[in-house]
């Protein structure tokens, strides 16, 4: 009895190291294969959690898988990040090995986006920077008042209207020089800033949006989705 | 330090004649009442070859603390069932939680029993035991697959007939021996492996059409494991009827011990089988 209970304890041990070199290696594989079709500069870093994988694996039902992008893998300025967890990914071990997979069903995603403010800063052109102040942003550009340049500065509060990420700016100021009063109520309401979020795949849907330190962090969540290589 | 050779007290007949009963039975269990009553048949079948496993056992491998080790087995399969049955995505590897569990109510058990002899052989007893039942548990996913019960049905039926075929070919043959004292040879072995492969080879097409070869690999893998199984556990009844030093109760059952050689090769290849049909 003694001695099949060593057998059992070696089967055991072989089985959890397999365990762990088949996620290393599955870990790898994904992220090989986004970086491929997803187009990217670098490998992102692929978590599959959960223990034991195999029998994950076997089941071919994932519970909780983890993305993280940063801004050297996504070719966008630093600060720019992607972390997306994918819980109840259903790929079949058969298809996996036979290289067959097309789609992969996902019960939800859970994604947070966090855009640069140089990435903001540039999409919204001119001299514009961004930086966290609070819960909302300031927002410091140059704009055209009766043929004379202005530095004007604001605090503004940061929304989602529809697809859209919103700054709205209450008073402005000028930035480091006197500017009279009426010229800043006049132009305040060119420092509302409106960056419209790229269509998102996979049936994702903005939820939330928060300013950070690095940049603003857009939440993105879907349900019962189906993701597929992008033609 | 060499081990002294058992010596079977059990005749030929027995040890392979009841099995080879017992078997058949077993497989009508898991086979037929899935297709009766669906998936409560199958709990059923199931439940039925884990208590009737957790009884032999205990009293086959003489694991001290009687009631207690009957306890612990069935509690472990009952939960083992529960956690394979209750969700509604159950995952194998959910059978970890029982198995530790189990482990720890089974060393509690056994350090709390008086007279505590045979402790490391009893914990070593109930630790298998733990294993082999969540293992058969199993089986309830096993005809839950995508593939559906008619491949499991195939899975099944290759190690039913790779466990008959062995058993009849060492009750005739037992030649040449795999090991001293037990009444099982290398022609049986290689012959089960082989009505194994051939069993699933004549399913390929059963529930969804597979490739031969897939086929082949499928039974020739659930049979060597069932032959390499049925082969332990013919030594474990020589052991536990050794003439020179019973393990088990003098008075127990030769259907006690025919019990374990029937239903523990099902519960190491329930698993197997559930990763192959991934694989395969």
Redesign the interface.
Known sequence: MKALLVVLALVLGLLVLVDRVSVGYAEGQVATQLAEKGDLQGTPEVDIAGFPFLTQAVGGRYDDVRIALTAAELGQPEGTRADVTLRGVQVPLSSVLSGSVEEVPVESVDGTATLSYALLSEQLGGDTTLRREGDGLRITKTVDVLGQSLPLTAVGTVTLEGNELVVDVGAASGAGVEVPGFLVDRVADSLDLRYAVPALPFGLQLTDVAPAEDGVDIRVQATDTVLRAVE | MTTPATRSALPARVHHLQPALLTVVAVALVAGLPELFGDLGRLAAVLVLQLGLVLTWVVV?GIQGFAGSLAVGAAAAVAADLVLVLPD?P???DL?VVLGMGFLVAVLQQMFRRPREDL??SL??S??LL?AVASLGTLL?LGRT?EGHDRALVALLAVGVALLVGHFVDLVLPRPHLATGVPRGLLGLVLSVVAGAVVAWLGRDVGGTVGAVPALVLGAALAGVTAMVAL?ASF?VVEAADDDGLRADPSTSPWALSVVQAVLPFAACAPVA??LQ???
């Open positions: 491998t995505h995952e194998l590897g970890l490391v052989a070593a007893g630790v298998l294993v996913l995508a332990v474990v559930l990763a991934a694989v395969l």
